[in-house]
C-alpha cells in the first residue's frame, strides 16, 4: 500500500514514531542489544523511511548493502584499528536496517510474503557469509596459525544450524488457538537479557572493532563461538524434548 502525500510529509515523523511504540514484537527471549538499542534505533529509521516514502523493501536492500559492504572489507582488507571499527560499523548499521523493514510494514498496515521472503533470504546470506569473510579474512593475511581456521568453521556450522533452528521450529509448534488453553504471561529472569548478549548478532557485529588487535580479537572471537555453540546444543537438546512432548500430545 503507497503512502499518501500526508503521510509522507515531514511532520508526521511523530506520528509514525509514536504508532510504532504501540506496535513492537514482544521482547521475551531477546538479547539486550537488540532490545534495547537495535529496535529503538529500527523504530526511529523506520518512523524517518516511512516520513521519506519508502518502501520495506527498500529498506531491506539498503540494509543488504550495508551488511554486503561490512562482509567485503572484513574479507578483502588488511585488519587495522581502522578496518574493524568500519566493518562493526557497517554491520551493525545494516542491523538496525534489518529491524526497520518489519516495522516499516506494519506502519504502512502489514507485509508481503514476497517481502519477508526477501528478508529472510537476506538473514540467510548475511547468517552464512559473516564467519566466512573471518575465514578468508585469516587465511588471507595469515596472523594466526593454520589450526585457528577451524574457529570460523565451526562457527559457521553453529550459526547455520541455529538460524535453521530459530526458522523452523515456530512452524512445527501448533498455533496458540490449537492448544485449547489461553496463553500464559512468562516472565523472565531480569539477567537473561543479558546473558544471551554473546549470541545476539548486533552484539556480535561490534566484536570487530577489536579486528585490527591481533590475539585480542582471535580470542575475543573465540570466547563468543565457544558461548554459541553451548547455546546451541541447549537449544537442540531443548527443541527436541519439546517436540517429543508434542508428538505424544
Known amino acids: 500500500m503507497a503512502a499518501t502525500g500526508a503521510e509522507r510529509a515531514p511532520g508526521r515523523f511523530r506520528t509514525h514514531l509514536e504508532a510504532l511504540g504501540q506496535a513492537q514484537k514482544p521482547s521475551l527471549n531477546t538479547a539486550?542489544?537488540?532490545?534495547?538499542?537495535?529496535?529503538?534505533?529500527?523504530?526511529?529509521?523506520?518512523?524517518a523511511a516511512h516520513t521519506l516514502g519508502a518502501t520495506p523493501n527498500q529498506v531491506t536492500a539498503v540494509s543488504a548493502a550495508l551488511s554486503a559492504a561490512g562482509l567485503a572489507v572484513l574479507?578483502?582488507?588488511?585488519?587495522?584499528?581502522?578496518?574493524?571499527?568500519?566493518?562493526?560499523v557497517l554491520l551493525a548499521a545494516g542491523y538496525v536496517l534489518d529491524s526497520s523493514d518489519g516495522q516499516l510494514a506494519r506502519?504502512?498496515?502489514?507485509?508481503?510474503?514476497?517481502?519477508?521472503?526477501?528478508?529472510?533470504?537476506?538473514?540467510?546470506?548475511?547468517t552464512a557469509s559473516l564467519h566466512l569473510a573471518v575465514l578468508?579474512?585469516?587465511?588471507?593475511?595469515?596472523w594466526v596459525a593454520d589450526s585457528w581456521l577451524l574457529?570460523?568453521?565451526?562457527?559457521?556450522?553453529?550459526?547455520?544450524v541455529t538460524y535453521f533452528g530459530l526458522i523452523l521450529m515456530p512452524t512445527l509448534r501448533p498455533a496458540p488457538t490449537a492448544l485449547g488453553a489461553p496463553s500464559v504471561a512468562v516472565r523472565e529472569h531480569p539477567l537473561r537479557t543479558w546473558a544471551l548478549l554473546p549470541m545476539d548478532y548486533g552484539a556480535q557485529c561490534w566484536m570487530f572493532v577489536l579486528l585490527g588487535f591481533g590475539m585480542v580479537f582471535t580470542w575475543t572471537y573465540a570466547l563468543v563461538f565457544a558461548c554459541n555453540a553451548a547455546a546451541l546444543a541447549l537449544a537442540l537438546r531443548k527443541w527436541w524434548r519439546e517436540l517429543r512432548v508434542l508428538d505424544g500430545s
Open 75 to 88: 574479507a578483502l582488507v588488511e585488519p587495522r584499528w581502522w578496518t574493524g571499527l568500519v566493518v562493526a
Open 151 to 160: 574457529v570460523p568453521l565451526g562457527f559457521e556450522v553453529v550459526a547455520v
Open 136 to 142: 578468508v579474512s585469516w587465511y588471507r593475511f595469515g
Open 107 to 126: 506502519l504502512r498496515g502489514g507485509g508481503s510474503r514476497s517481502g519477508e521472503w526477501l528478508d529472510h533470504t537476506i538473514d540467510c546470506f548475511k
Open 32 to 47: 539486550a542489544y537488540s532490545r534495547l538499542v537495535n529496535r529503538p534505533a529500527g523504530r526511529v529509521v523506520a518512523a
